[in-house]
């Protein structure tokens, strides 16, 4: 069963956003886009988001996790859950793309 936080967090708006995501064509277009639509804090904990699901992956034990990577528990738990049973897209990032992001 796919784990969802509420029932309507795929509207149109969101679906738009997904949509134009997947027609940036290139890094730096992606990161300017990105930079332009996030605030530093909104790009920081998505990025850190991503790098502790590399290390849930990893089999890296979370408080580790937490210590490597400045976060919570509550967060490495939060990313942990959603990495096995949410709805694939953590699982899909992984398996496309290199361990480069990290942290040691």
Same mark, same amino acid.
């Given at each position: 069963?796919?784990? #969802?936080? =509420?029932?309507? %967090? @795929? #509207?149109?708006?969101?679906?738009?956003?997904? *949509?134009?995501?997947? @027609?940036?064509?290139? =890094?730096?277009?992606? +990161?300017?886009?990105? @930079?332009?639509?996030? &605030?530093?804090?909104?790009?920081?904990?998505?990025?850190?988001?991503?790098? $502790? *699901?590399? +290390?849930?992956?990893? =089999?890296?034990?979370?408080?580790?996790? !937490? /210590?490597?990577?400045?976060? &919570?528990?509550?967060? $490495?738990?939060?990313?942990?859950? %959603?990495? /096995?049973?949410?709805?694939?897209?953590? @699982? !899909?990032?992984?398996?496309?793309?290199?361990?480069?992001?990290? &942290?040691?």
């Amino acid at each position: 069963m796919k784990q #969802t936080e =509420g029932t309507n %967090w @795929r #509207t149109p708006a969101v679906e738009d956003l997904a *949509a134009a995501l997947t @027609r940036i064509g290139n =890094g730096e277009t992606m +990161l300017a886009f990105l @930079r332009d639509i996030c &605030s530093h804090n909104e790009l920081a904990t998505l990025a850190q988001r991503l790098q $502790v *699901a590399r +290390l849930v992956d990893a =089999g890296v034990p979370y408080t580790e996790i !937490a /210590r490597r990577l400045d976060a &919570s528990t509550a967060t $490495v738990t939060r990313v942990a859950q %959603w990495l /096995r049973h949410g709805e694939g897209g953590y @699982r !899909a990032v992984l398996d496309a793309t290199p361990n480069s992001g990290e &942290s040691s």
